[in-house]
């Protein structure tokens, strides 16, 4: 069984940046996509990034521009780079994996911005 295991969250001033990062126990090409999601208290659980097997990336239009999400295949690794952090970043935010339907999540990092 695949784990996803996410670290790098914690709290920011606005305007700052996190690196978050999201650690594969197999090759990350053996998943379709993988992506981040978040969600804030009292929300649903929203798509913030993905990129596909073959490299395609898409991003929620809220973050465009501020978020950056990149792999490592040496490093079985995911990363979303936040910049530029609003209040309305706060959240905490999940790694997704999915292979042929099935979805795999990490257990989440806190990302905490204050103004």
């Known amino acids: 069984q695949v784990q996803l295991v996410e670290s790098g969250g914690g709290l920011v001033q606005a305007g700052g940046s996190l690196r978050l990062s999201c650690a594969a126990s197999r090759s990350i090409f053996m998943f379709n996509d993988m992506g981040w999601y978040r969600q804030a208290p009292g929300k649903q659980r929203e798509l913030v990034a993905f990129i596909t097997r073959l490299g395609s990336i898409n991003y929620v239009d809220s973050v465009k521009g501020r978020f950056t999400i990149s792999r490592d295949s040496a490093k079985n690794t995911v990363y979303l780079q936040m910049n530029n952090l609003k209040s309305e970043d706060t959240a905490v935010y999940y790694c997704?994996?999915?292979?042929?339907?099935?979805?795999?999540w990490g257990q989440g990092t806190q990302v905490t911005v204050s103004s």
């Open positions: 997704n994996a999915v292979r042929d339907g099935k979805q795999t």
